[in-house]
C-alpha cells in the first residue's frame, strides 16, 4: 500500500522472478476458476485488492483487540485470521505473499490479482498508467477523505524528492499516514464525559497500531522517501514525543514499539529525534521517581532491543558521544542501566512507587540490557572479523511479543533499491575509513573539551585558558559569550555568575557580548528576566548584580522601546523584581512583602511617571506563581517534591506535570535541532569502533557485575553477570586492552573464592567455569590476564587433590625422612609452620597481594567442603584439556601463556617446607606439547621455561630443586632426538639452563646452588652425552661449558670431576675428534679448567696433553680449520681475541683467534703451585712456540702472541714472587690470607729462570722471525730487572746475558743499537739516586727502603759484570755507536759511585740511620766505582785499536775520554794515597781517643785506605798496563800529558804500581828520550 503495487511486492520478499513462476504455478492449477480477473477494468482490479489489503489490516488489530466489529463479528478466525480473498477463516499461510488464505483456490486467486495489478501499476506514472481510481472501502474512503487536507499541507511542506512527482498511490500512502499521525497527535480533553475520552482513547489507540503496523511493513522505496522521512520527522516525532510520556499504559507502549520500528528502519535520517527521545523522554522516565513500574519497565525493554542490535548501540556511540557538539547519550544510558541493575530503585525517591519484586525485576530487565549489549557486540565484532555480512536488525519487533518465528520473519529483499542506497549515502552515512580516521579524534575531542569545563567550575580563569590553548575559545569575548549560552556543557552557572560580574575589561565584555546576543523584542520583562538569568547564578554582591542589571536594562530597552520612557525605568523595575523574588521565596523572611508595597516601592519609577498598577500586580502575580529560579534548582526542588510524596496519587501527579515540562523541552529541542543544518549519521562499519566503546562502558559494567555477583544469590542474576563477563573479557582480549581485560579477569578471579578461604557457593562453582571456559576460547587473547586464571587453576587442583580420598599433598612427598617421622622435624626449617605438621599453610593470591596464611582446623573444615564441591561439579578433564590445547595457541599467545604458568608456580614453590609442583608438572607438560612448533617460538617459550628451571634449581628444598632438574632432563631427552643442522645453535640453547645453575646464580636465600645439584647434573649430562651422543651437536658447546664450570668450582668433589672429564675424554678420543674441532674454542676452554684444577694432577696433566694434541691439530695443514671462535666467553677463562679487519674480509679467522686459548691457558697454568703441571706447561707453551710458531705464525700473530701470552705470563711469575702483604695491600677488597699459596714465592724464582731461558732459547731460534720484537723482549728483560725481588733482578740480568751471549754474533747493527740503548736505560733506572737525597744534618731516618736501593746497586754490579763479558766477547759485532753508548753507561755509573764515595759524611749518616750498619765500614760503591772504571778502560783501551774508530768522531771522542779518565784515576790515586799517609800520621798520636769526632777521622781513613787498596790493580793491571799498550804513535803523540803522572806514580807506596811504571818508563819512554837526544845531537852538532 504504501510503496506501491512493486513495494508490496518487495516487502512480501518475493521477486517478480519468483511471483512470476508463482502465478504460472497457480494458472496451471486453478485453470480458468479466476478468468473473471482479467475481464476487470484497471480501476476494479485496484479497488478489489485495495480492499482486500485494508480489511487484512483491520482484521489484525481486531486479532490483537481480542474482539471483532461488523460482519467480521459472526465469522471465527482461523490459526492465521481472515481469508485476505473471501473473508472467511484462515487456516493457511501463502508463502509467497505471507498473505492469510484459506485454502489453495484463494491462495492462487490473491497470486493473480496480485500479478495482475503489478502489472498495470509495477512502473507508476513513469510509464504512463493513469491514477488508480479511490478505494471503496466505507473506512478507507472516509479516512483518506478525512486526512486529505492534512496530507496535502505535509505534502508541500515536505516539498518533493529531487524534483520527481510522485506515484498516485504514494501519495495516497502518505495522506493516510499523515492522517493517523495527526489523530494519535490529537490530546484528550478532560472534561468530557467518559464515552467521549473512551472513542477519542480507541481512536488514538487503533491510529497508532495502524501507524505501528505501516512501518513494520513499508518497503525500500518508502525507507527511501524523503518526503516520508520529512513526515516522520514533523509529524510521527511530534505524536511520539506526548504519547510517550502517556500515562496510559497501551498508548505508552504502542509508542515506544513505533519508536523501536523506527530506529530499525529510518535510524539514517532520524539522528537527532533519536537523540532527543533517548536523552530526554527515556533517561528522564527511567530517572524519574515518579514514574511508575510500567513505565519504567517498558523503557528498559527498549533499551533491550536496542542492545540487542550492536550496529544501533554503536551508531548511538559514534553519533553522540563521539560529537563535540552533543551529549554522552550511550555513556550516560549505561551509566542509568549499570545503577538501576545495581539497585537504584531502592531509594526513597522511588521505593513509594516500587515494591520490592518490582524493583528486582527492573534490575533483571536493566542487566539483561547490559549483558545483551556486550554479547550483542561480541557477535558483531566476530562477523565482521570474519568478513561475513551484518544480519539484517532484529530490532523491528514487538515489545510485548517473544521471539519472531522463522516463518514469520520478515522478508524484505536483502539488497535495498538504487534510491535507497543514494539516499544513505547523501543523507549522511560516512564511510567507515573516514569515520576510524575522525571519531577517535573527535572523542578526544570532546574529553578535552569536558575537561576544560570541569578546570572552569574549579576556577573560571585557569579553566578559560585551558579552553583557549585547546583552541575551544579564542581572544574574543563573543567566543566565551556563547560558550556560556550552551547550557549542555554542564558549567557551573554559580561560577558563570561570578565571572560575568567581576569589574574587568575582558569580563564586562563578555558580559556585554551574552546580553546583546540574546533577544528580548516583544517579551515582557519578567519573562525577558527569566531568560537572562536562566544562564547563571547571581553573585552575592550587590555591585555585581547592579552592572548585569544596568546592562539587561539597556539591552530590554533597546528591543522594546515602547515599553518605558528610559532605562533606568527597566532597570529599577529589574532590580525590584530580583528583589521581591527573594522576599517571596526566601524560606528565612517570614515577613513577606504584600502586593500592594511593590506597587508603592515602583512609581514614579518611568520618568517620574507611576508604571500601570495592573501591569505592576501581573508581575507580582507571575513571580508568586511561578518563581524565577535555574533548572538546576526546580530539578532539585522536584526531586524533593517526588522524595515527599507518599502515595501513588501524588506521584501520579507529579508525573504528569514532569511529563509535562519533558514534553516542552523535547519539541523545544526538536524544533532547534530542525533549524539545524541535518548532521551527518555515522554508520558501524569497522570492528575498530568497538574498542572506544568499551573503554566507556567497560567500568560501569565492571561495577554493576562486581557487585550484582557479590551481593545477589538470584540464579538469574548470577548467570547473567557471569555471562556480562564473559563478553566483557572477550571484547577486552580481542581488542587487546590490557587494563580492562586484566580488569574483568582478575575480578571474575576473585569471585571464584579459589584464593581465599571462605566457603564457596553455587556461584562460586559457576565462576570457576565461566573462567575455564574463557581461558579455552580467548587464550590467544588473554596476555598476562592467564595469570589469574592458571592461579586458580592451581588452587582448582589443590582443592581436587583434598577432596580426593587418599591422595597425599605434594610437599608430603618433598619431606626428608626425618621430617616425615619427627613432628617437631618442620618446626625448624626457615618459614616453616610453628605449631607442628597439623597446620598447614597456603599463598593467598588477590589483586596484586601474595600472603601466607596459617590455617586452622575451621579453615580446613571450609577447604574440605569446598573441595567436595568442585570435586563433584568441577570436570578435571576441562583443565587438562586447557593445558592440552595449548598447542592451538598463537605465538606470542603461548608465550603468554608459559610466563604466567611459571609465576604460578614460583608462588607453589614459596613456601620451601609445604612446595606444590602442580605447574611445575603443566609447564613440562606444556613444553612437551609445543615442543614441534617453529624454532623462533620455542626458543622464546624456552627463554621463560630455562629461567624458571634455574631459580627452581635453586630452591631451598633441595628434592623439589632435582625434580626440576630431572623433568628439565627428560624434556632434553626429548629434544636431543631431534636432528639439528649445521649452523644451528637450538641444544645449546636447550642445555644452557643447566649450565646457569652450574655457574652458581645466587638462590633466594642469598647463597649459591647446592653442591649435590651440581654433581647430580654432572650425572644428567654425563647419562645424556652417552645416551644421545650421536644426536648431539650444538649441545656440545653448552656440555663443555657445563664441565668447566662445575670443574672451576673448589668444592666439587674429585668423583664429579673425574665424571665430568671423561666426558671430555671420550670427545678427545680419534674417532670422535671431529666433535671437538666443530667446538674447539669451547673445548679448549675446559681442558684449560681440567688443567686448573687441583683435585687430580693426572687430569691436569691429561689435560695438558690433550691441549698439546689439540695444538697438533691445529699446525697440521691436513685437518679443517676449527669454526671461527665466538666473541664472547665464561667469565673467568679467557677468550680469543677479534681477528683483524683484514683477514676478517678475506673471509678466514685469524691463526692467532685459535692459537691464543691454547697458548694464554698453557701459560696461566705456568703459575700453577704444583712442580710437575707447572713443568708440563711451561715446556709445552715453549715447544709449541718453538716447533709450531715459525710455521704458522705471521708477524702480527707472532706479537699477539707476545703481547698475549708471553708477557702476562711473566707478568703472572713477577706477582707470584711479590710478598703477600704487598699483594694484599695492592688489591682494593681483597682479605688477609686470600693471596696466592705460601709456596708460590718459594717457586718462583727457578719458574722464572726456566721460562725466561725458554723464551732466550725461542727467541734464538726463531731469531730471524722475531726480531721485530726485539725490543718488546728487552723491555720484558727490563721488567725482570727491575723487580722488587733481588732473586728475580739477577734471573733478570742473568737472562740478558744469555740473550747476548746466544744471539750477540747474529744480531744486526740495528739490533745491537736496541740493545745498547736497552743496556743504557737500566742502568739509568737502576742507579741508587735515593742514596744521595738523604738530608746530613737534619735526617731522622731512611727516607728510602733499604732493599730497593740495595737490588739496584747489586743490578749495578750485574749490568757491569754483563757489559764486560759482553764488551769482551762481542766487540767485533758491536757498532761503534753502540760501543760509545755503553761507554756512556759506564761513565754515569762511574761517576755516580765515586761521587757518593767521596761523600764520607753522607755515608756515616746512613749507617746511622741504619743502612748497612751489619757492615763495619761505611756504606760505599767502592766495587761499582772499580767495577765500572775497570771495564770503562779495557772498552776505551779496545777503542784505541779498533780499526773501525780510525777517522771517525767516535776515535777522537774515545781518546779525549781515555785520556780524561787516566789521568783524573791516577790524580786520585795519588792524591788518596797521599791523604792517606797525613791521616795515618794524625791518627797515630790520638790512637786512644774514642770521641765520636776521633771516630768519624778513623772511619774516613779507613774508608780512603780501601780506595787506595781497591785502584792500586787498576792502576797497574788496566791503567798503566793500557797506557804500555798503546801503539806507538797514539803513545807518542800524548806522551807530554802522559809522563808526568808516570812520574807522580814513582813514589807511591804500591811496589806493584811502581814495578809497572818502570816498565812503562824503560819500554816506552826510554826510547822516546833516545830519539829526542840523538835529534837533540843532531841538531846540535
Known sequence: MLGGVQSRSNAFGTSKQQLAAAVAAARNSAGDANADLARMTKGELINDWMSSYLNNKIDDLVIKQGSANGTAEKVPWGKFGWCVVCRGPAAHYCVDTRDPVCGHKCKFRNLERLALVEAHFGNGIEDGQAAAPAVSSTTSASSAATAAPQSSSTLEEAGHDNGKSLNPYHEDAICVFSYLCTVSMKDIPQNQNADVQQKMMRSKKISLELIL?????????????????????????????????????????????????????????????????????????????????????????????????????????????????????????????????????????????????????????????????????????????????????????????????????????????????????????SSAHQLTSTFQEQKQRKLELQIGVNKFNMKPKRGIEYLKQNGFLTDDPQALANLFQNTDLGLDKT??????????????????????????????????????????????????????MEKFAEKYCQDNPERFHNPDCAFVLSFSLIMLQTDLHNPGIKNKMTKEEFVRNNRGINDGQDLPKEYLESLYDGLVANPISLKEDQEAKNRQ??????????????????????????????????????????????????????????????????????????????????????????????????????????????????????????????????????????????????????????????????????????????????????????????????????????RSHGLGVSALVSMGQEDRQVELVNSESVVAQID??????LFNKSTLLTPQAVVHFVAQLARVSKEELALADQPRIFSLQKLVE?????????????????????????????????????????????????????????????????????????????????????????????????????????????????????????????????????????????????????LFAENFTEGVRTLLTFGQSKVNVTISQKAIEYLLKAADYLADPSTPDPPPPPNSSLAGVPAAPPPQPAT???????????????????????????????????????????????????????????????????????????????????????MPGAGRPDGAASMGPPTCLAALTALVRLFETHLEALCFLLEDVLRLIQNCIQHELEAVARIGVEGFKQLLLSTGRKLRPESWQKVTKSILLLFRESMPTKLIDVDVQGARELPFSKDDVVIQCVVQLLLIDMLQDAATQFYENIPPHGIMTLLDALQQSFEFAQDFNRRIELRQTLKRLGFMKEMKQLPGLLKQERESLSCSLKVLFQVQADPRMQGTDFAAQAVERLLR?????????????????????????????????????????????????????????????????????????????????????????????????????????????????????????
Open 641 to 842: 517534591e517526588s522524595q515527599a510524596a507518599r502515595d501513588s496519587g501524588a506521584k501520579y501527579e507529579l508525573y504528569v506535570k514532569e511529563t509535562e515540562g519533558v514534553v516542552l523541552k523535547a519539541q523545544e529541542l526538536m524544533k532547534k535541532k530542525g533549524t539545524q543544518k541535518n548532521s551527518t549519521y555515522v554508520t558501524a562499519q569497522s570492528v575498530e569502533h568497538v574498542r572506544p566503546l568499551f573503554e566507556v562502558a567497560c567500568w560501569p559494567y565492571l561495577a554493576t557485575l562486581a557487585v550484582l555477583l557479590e551481593m545477589q544469590d538470584n540464579a538469574q542474576s548470577i548467570e547473567l553477570c557471569i555471562e556480562g563477563f564473559k563478553h566483557c573479557i572477550r571484547i577486552a582480549a580481542r581488542f587487546d586492552m590490557d587494563t580492562e581485560r586484566d580488569a574483568f579477569v582478575s575480578s571474575l578471579a576473585k569471585f571464584t573464592y579459589l584464593t581465599t578461604i571462605k566457603e564457596m557457593k553455587q556461584k562460586n562453582i559457576e565462576c570457576i567455569k565461566a573462567l575455564l571456559s574463557i581461558g579455552l576460547s580467548e587464550g590467544n587473547n588473554l596476555g598476562p590476564s592467564w595469570l589469574y586464571v592458571l592461579t586458580c587453576i592451581s588452587q582448582l587442583e589443590r582443592l581436587q587433590l583434598i577432596g580426593t580420598r587418599g591422595a597425599r599433598q605434594d610437599f608430603q612427598f618433598f619431606q626428608a625422612e626425618e621430617e616425615v617421622s619427627t613432628p617437631g622435624g618442620m618446626a625448624n626449617k626457615p618459614h616453616a609452620s610453628t605449631s607442628g605438621p597439623q597446620v598447614l599453610k597456603r
Open 1461 to 1581: 779518565l787516566c789521568g783524573s784515576v791516577l790524580r786520585n790515586y795519588v792524591s788518596k794515597e797521599q791523604l792517606l799517609h797525613e791521616r795515618t800520621e794524625l791518627a797515630s798520636g790520638s790512637s786512644n781517643d774514642n770521641s765520636a769526632e776521633s771516630i768519624r777521622e778513623r772511619e774516613a781513613t779507613n774508608e780512603v785506605e780501601r780506595e787506595v787498596l781497591g785502584l792500586i790493580p787498576i792502576i797497574s793491571d788496566v791503567v798503566v798496563k793500557g797506557l804500555k799498550d798503546l801503539p806507538q804513535e797514539q803513545f807518542e803523540k800524548h806522551a807530554k800529558e802522559l809522563f808526568p803522572l808516570f812520574c807522580e806514580l814513582t813514589v807511591v807506596n804500591s811496589r806493584e804500581v811502581r814495578l809497572m811504571v818502570r816498565e812503562v818508563l824503560l819500554e816506552r819512554v826510554t826510547p822516546l828520550l833516545r830519539v829526542g837526544a840523538d835529534g837533540g845531537g843532531a841538531g846540535g852538532s
Open 495 to 548: 561560577a558563570i555568575g561570578d565571572y560575568l560580574g567581576e569589574d574587568k575589561s575582558f569580563n564586562k565584555s563578555t558580559l556585554y557580548a551574552l546580553v546583546d546576543g540574546l533577544e528580548f523584542k516583544g517579551e515582557t520583562i519578567d519573562a525577558a528576566l527569566r531568560s537572562f538569568l536562566s544562564y547563571f547564578r547571581l553573585p552575592g554582591e550587590a555591585q555585581k548584580i547592579d552592572r548585569m
Open 213 to 429: 503496523d505501516m512501518l513494520a511493513n513499508c518497503g525500500p522505496v518508502c525507507r527511501s522517501s524523503q518526503q516520508f522521512v520529512e513526515l516522520l520527522k514533523k509529524m510521527l516525532c511530534e505524536s511520539l514525543i506526548k504519547n510517550s510520556v502517556s500515562p496510559v499504559p497501551k498508548i505508552f507502549a504502542l509508542s515506544l514499539q513505533i519508536f523501536v520500528t523506527l530506529i530499525a528502519n529510518f535510524k539514517e535520517h532520524l539522528r537527532n529525534e533519536i537523540g532527543v527521545f533517548v536523552d530526554q523522554i527515556f533517561l528522564k522516565i527511567l530517572e524519574s521517581g515518579n514514574s511508575a513500574f510500567t513505565h519504567k519497565s517498558k523503557v528498559l525493554q527498549v533499551f533491550y532491543k536496542i542492545c540487542t542490535d550492536a550496529t544501533t548501540a554503536l551508531e548511538l556511540f559514534l553519533n553522540f558521544d563521539c560529537d563535540v557538539d552533543e551529549k554522552n547519550i550511550f555513556e550516560r544510558t549505561i551509566d542509568c542501566l549499570s545503577k538501576i541493575a545495581q539497585g537504584k530503585y531502592t531509594a526513597v525517591e522511588h521505593a513509594n512507587l516500587i515494591q520490592p519484586h518490582q524493583e528486582q525485576e527492573l534490575k533483571i530487565h536493566a542487566l539483561e540490557a547490559l549483558v545483551k549489549l556486550m554479547g550483542s557486540i561480541v557477535d558483531w565484532a566476530r562477523r565482521n572479523s570474519e568478513d561475513k555480512p551484518v544480519t539484517t536488525s532484529i530490532l523491528g519487533g514487538h515489545l510485548e511479543e517473544g521471539p519472531v518465528k522463522e516463518g514469520d520473519s520478515d522478508g524484505e529483499d536483502d539488497a535495498k533499491s538504487d534510491a535507497a542506497a543514494s539516499l544513505a549515502t547523501s543523507g549522511g552515512a
Open 926 to 1074: 606444556v613444553a612437551d606439547y609445543n615442543m614441534n612448533r617453529m624454532r623462533v617460538v620455542w626458543n622464546r617459550i624456552w627463554k621463560v621455561l630455562s629461567n624458571h628451571f634455574v631459580e627452581v634449581a635453586n630452591h631451598q628444598n633441595i628434592r623439589v630443586s632435582t625434580y626440576a632438574l630431572d623433568s628439565l632432563r627428560q624434556l632434553t631427552m626429548k629434544f636431543l632426538e631431534k636432528d639439528e643442522m649445521t649452523g644451528y645453535n637450538f641444544q645449546a640453547e636447550f642445555l644452557r639452563p643447566f649450565e646457569i645453575i652450574i655457574v652458581g646464580t645466587p638462590s633466594s636465600a642469598g647463597g649459591t646452588v647446592h653442591k649435590d645439584i651440581k654433581e647430580y647434573i654432572v650425572q644428567i649430562v654425563q647419562y645424556m652425552t652417552g645416551a644421545s651422543f650421536k644426536h648431539i651437536r650444538s649441545g656440545w658447546k653448552t656440555v663443555f661449558h657445563i664441565c668447566a664450570a662445575v670443574t672451576a668450582d673448589p668444592s666439587t668433589r674429585e668423583e664429579t670431576v673425574q665424571d665430568a672429564f671423561s666426558i671430555v675424554e671420550k670427545v678427545m678420543e680419534d674417532r670422535h675428534y671431529h
Open 1144 to 1230: 676478517a674480509a678475506e673471509g678466514g679467522s685469524h691463526p692467532a683467534a685459535h692459537w691464543f686459548p691454547i697458548l694464554r691457558g698453557l701459560s696461566m697454568l705456568i703459575s700453577d703451585p704444583r712442580r710437575e703441571v707447572r713443568a708440563q706447561a711451561l715446556n709445552g707453551v715453549f715447544d709449541v712456540l718453538r716447533e709450531k710458531g715459525n710455521l704458522v705464525f705471521d708477524e702480527d700473530t707472532w706479537r699477539m702472541v707476545f703481547n698475549g701470552v708471553i708477557k702476562p705470563l711473566f707478568d703472572d711469575i713477577h706477582h707470584q714472587m711479590v710478598p703477600q702483604e704487598q699483594k694484599q695491600d695492592g688489591i682494593p677488597g681483597q
Open 876 to 881: 578435571a578433564a576441562q583443565i587438562d584439556s
